[in-house]
């Protein structure tokens, strides 16, 4: 059984079809898979035409596995457009500075369709009466022999399963939180998992959709960097073969951008965008707004609340007890080399993978 189908819950599942193990289940709170990975899709487009509201980049160099994966779903990928000036936004009443535009290296490697298009790919994979969706996993249950999985619908109906493994691919911190052990998880495990900090969890996105990228008709890259807000960082968010579009993740807190009026953060971001890039800059074709921090199976208080890191991985399971080995996290934050990251999504959802194929080698 896997419960979250994020892209460790869908890949494990991709593999485990790969092993020729169809005796798997995934549950997912969510009414559709993907967890952090989101898009924003512009109206009447073509199927290129989407745009990331959650991760952007990889790095295929640095991220062997994961490039793997993409090229061999041949997914075609593009860097992140970067040439040219970028600005630096100080002050509201000084303009803002163009300076030398900062390359990345490696760059930062997107995918055409954006991440979504590694969501439908590796579903494709998935027989989809596997993947239940809408349906929260509540409590686990050992019972000396088997795992007992109760689970529940957004309309209250629920469900219980049975298994042999559990694999947790929800965040830890969710997982602690969310639901119950009996017996219960030890106590130093229970709480190494709620001091995990989720990845990016308290972090919004703005997104502005445009016919053309008019920035770089000026010499702009579409980067910027602004101690003004409410985006504290710009980047070009154009799609080859689709529209032009620049996104920015908000400088504003959670709890601040949370007390605002939707259509107050709207305006002040295309008026920050004014500022930057120019009247053009004013008539999106389409504008999007993604706050995670309001996913409730995704961002908890805690989030809100803390600081931002890449904390060590907690342990994957229980050192001693009913659970060990039994129960195992899979979601990224449980990944060793790129915790928080998608490719460290993909190397705890392997790790989990290559352990159970050892136990019952075909
Ligand atoms: C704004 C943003 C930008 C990012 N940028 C990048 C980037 O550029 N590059 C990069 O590498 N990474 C980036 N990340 C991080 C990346 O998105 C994550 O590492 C990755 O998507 C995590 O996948 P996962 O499957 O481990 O977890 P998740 O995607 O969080 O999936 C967990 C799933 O579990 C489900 N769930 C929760 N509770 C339950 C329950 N009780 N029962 C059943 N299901 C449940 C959730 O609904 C969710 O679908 C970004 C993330 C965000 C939000």
Redesign the pocket.
């Known amino acids: 059984m896997i419960?979250?189908?994020?892209?460790?819950?869908l890949y494990a599942a991709y593999r485990l079809e790969q092993c020729g193990m169809q005796d798997y289940l995934i549950?997912?709170?969510?009414a559709i898979p993907g967890?952090?990975?989101g898009c924003a899709v512009r109206a009447n487009s073509t199927a290129v035409d989407r745009f990331d509201l959650?991760?952007?980049?990889?790095w295929p160099t640095l991220q062997p596995q994961l490039n793997q994966l993409v090229q061999g779903l041949g997914l075609k990928c593009f860097p992140q457009h970067e040439q040219g000036e970028m600005l630096l936004e100080r002050a509201a009443v000084s303009a803002p500075a163009r300076m030398r535009g900062y390359v990345s290296e490696p760059p930062g490697m997107r995918l055409v369709g954006g991440m979504q298009s590694l969501v439908d790919s590796i579903c494709g994979y998935i027989d989809p009466q596997r993947i239940r969706t809408g349906r929260?996993?509540k409590a686990l249950r050992y019972n000396g022999e088997r795992i007992e999985i109760d689970s529940e619908e957004g309309c209250g109906r629920r469900e219980s399963f049975v298994a042999k493994h559990v694999w947790l691919?929800?965040?830890p911190r969710?997982a602690a939180r969310?639901?119950e052990f009996e017996p219960e998880l030890p106590h130093a495990l229970q709480r190494q998992w709620s001091a995990t900090p989720t990845?990016?969890a308290p972090?919004a996105?703005y997104l502005a959709v445009y016919d053309r990228p008019f920035w770089r008709e000026d010499g702009l890259s579409g980067e910027a960097r602004s101690l003004v807000g409410p985006l504290g960082e710009i980047h070009d968010a154009s799609m080859p073969g689709g529209s032009a579009a620049l996104f920015g993740f908000f400088s504003l807190p959670a709890n601040q951008r949370c007390s605002e009026p939707i259509e107050r953060l709207y305006a002040n971001c295309r008026e920050q965008l004014i500022r930057l890039f120019g009247l053009p800059a004013a008539a999106p074709a389409a504008e999007f707004i993604k706050d995670?921090a309001l996913e409730p199976?995704?961002a908890t208080h805690a989030d809100w609340l803390g600081v931002q890191r890449h904390a060590d991985s907690p342990d994957e399971t229980a050192r001693f007890g009913s659970w060990q080995g039994r129960l195992r996290g899979i979601?990224?934050e449980w990944s060793t080399h790129f915790p928080?990251?998608?490719?460290?999504?993909i190397e705890a959802a392997e790790g989990a993978v290559m352990s159970l194929t050892e136990l019952n080698p075909r």
Do not use: C, N, Q
């Open positions: 419960v979250g189908a994020g892209l460790a819950g549950v997912e709170a969510r967890g952090r990975i959650g991760p952007t980049w990889f929260r996993a691919a929800l965040p969710i969310d639901l990845w990016m972090h996105k995670w199976f995704i979601a990224s928080g990251y998608l490719a460290g999504a």
